[in-house]
């Protein structure tokens, strides 16, 4: 896999020069001041998006940082929202050219976690007040798979249950697309909020980076089902793919507003050893993409306003404080790594996965620290509900 940087049409952004005490205050420049009055009027139009994802001025990249948090503050509070991770199995029936578990990708030991591992992970979550978790898993549609899904949801609820907590924990799903039926299940058994990312919502490149048996009309299908049924519905792409222009990504933001979805869960796209794309394209350097996925954040709060956005892993793979700094660039959601640690390495997506060999405890220490490191604090037994559904949902 090549990893130099293809033809930049977007490039590093450098980093401000802080004034320091003393120092005459910086005047801003053009872009910035344009941008700040752009923001300002309330304009987030096509052209304005398409700015903020291309800009490499130090000065304008601030003040569109500054502007999506407190968009962010405004309209979901300081706290930032635990969604403790459970990746519960790798074994997976499709075959996405991108990901490391694809089921071709014979290299990967397979497992599966049993039921009261699942459960027992979830119930130390309660404890730890993380109020959520998220159940994921390599994506399967067979009875046995539903059935331990379902009991798995059923059982983490009933042994959830705290003096703070008296519904349990809220769960999150993110196994992939299954039917209508079945979705209706697992939401009546007591999952409330689904993930299901689009990876692109440019139906050529979905078409690129899967095999012609996932279609892109399926995927919408199953994202407009779930909110049909009443979840919280989330979705995200991957930023920074080969062959991924900046329209294309002003697109994604504009379909995350027309489907009118809940949660955003989105981040750079990295590579895997075993899961090259098609015609093994050159990738945008680190750095681009880093910059990137932050900005891509920040154009999502500013034009989403209420929804719940997650700091994703992928971030802190590309950079040590990626978390911290998707936090500072919009996003109120972090999820904990709370898997095994024997089974984690085998739960690779992407190389480079960051917490390998943390356990639970101290991922939960170090990610206090990060979130107390940008200012923001930690909600306790909550669910952190997406403000944007709880208003759809206000009777
Ligand atoms: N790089 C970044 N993200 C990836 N995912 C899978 N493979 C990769 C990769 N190589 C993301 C997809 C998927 C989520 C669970 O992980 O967006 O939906």
């Known amino acids: 896999m090549t990893t130099q940087a293809v033809k930049i049409e977007w490039m590093k952004a450098p980093v401000r020069p802080g004034s320091g005490p003393g120092q005459p205050a910086r005047p801003r420049s053009a872009a910035a001041q344009e941008m700040a009055e752009r923001l300002a009027g309330g304009i987030l139009d096509r052209a304005t998006l398409h700015r903020i994802l291309a800009t490499t001025d130090a000065d304008e990249l601030e003040v569109i940082r500054h502007a999506a948090e407190q968009t962010l503050l405004q309209h979901c509070g300081d706290t930032v929202r635990l969604r403790g991770l459970i990746e519960f199995s790798n074994r997976c029936v499709l075959d996405c050219h991108y990901c490391g578990i694809r089921r071709s990708n014979k290299a990967v030991d397979r497992y599966a976690l049993e039921l009261d591992e699942i459960v027992e992970t979830a119930q130390w979550c309660a404890q730890k007040g993380y109020g959520s978790i998220v159940l994921q898993s390599g994506e399967r549609r067979d009875a046995k798979f539903v059935q331990l899904v379902t009991d798995a949801i059923q059982a983490i609820k009933a042994g959830t249950r705290t003096p703070e907590l008296p519904d349990g924990v809220g769960i999150t799903l993110c196994v992939g697309e299954q039917s209508p039926e079945t979705y209706a299940r697992w939401y009546e058994a007591g999952a409330h909020r689904y993930l299901l990312r689009m990876e692109s919502s440019l139906p050529s490149l979905f078409a690129a980076l899967h095999p012609p048996e996932q279609s892109y009309a399926s995927r919408v299908a199953c994202l407009r089902s779930l909110k049909d049924i009443g979840y919280q519905v989330g979705t995200g792409v991957m930023i920074g793919l080969p062959g991924q222009s900046l329209d294309d990504l002003v697109d994604d933001v504009l379909f995350f507003q027309e489907l009118g979805v809940d949660m955003i869960g989105m981040g750079p796209y990295i590579p895997h050893e075993q899961a090259v794309l098609p015609g093994n394209p050159a990738i945008l350097d680190v750095d681009t993409r880093l910059q990137l996925s932050l ?30 700094q998707g936090l500072r660039y919009g996003a109120n959601v972090i999820m904990p790594q709370v898997t095994p640690p024997r089974v984690r390495r085998m739960y690779t997506l992407y190389d480079g996965k960051p917490c390998l060999d943390d356990n639970a405890e101290q991922c939960a220490t170090c990610l206090e620290g990060r979130i107390h490191s940008v200012g923001r604090r930690v909600l306790r037994n909550g669910w952190g509900d997406s403000a944007h559904y709880l208003k759809r949902n206000a009777v």
């Open 295 to 324: 900005k891509m954040i920040a154009a999502t709060r500013l034009l989403l306003r209420d929804v719940n956005i997650a700091a994703t892993t992928a971030l802190q793979a590309l950079s040590e404080t990626g978390r911290e």
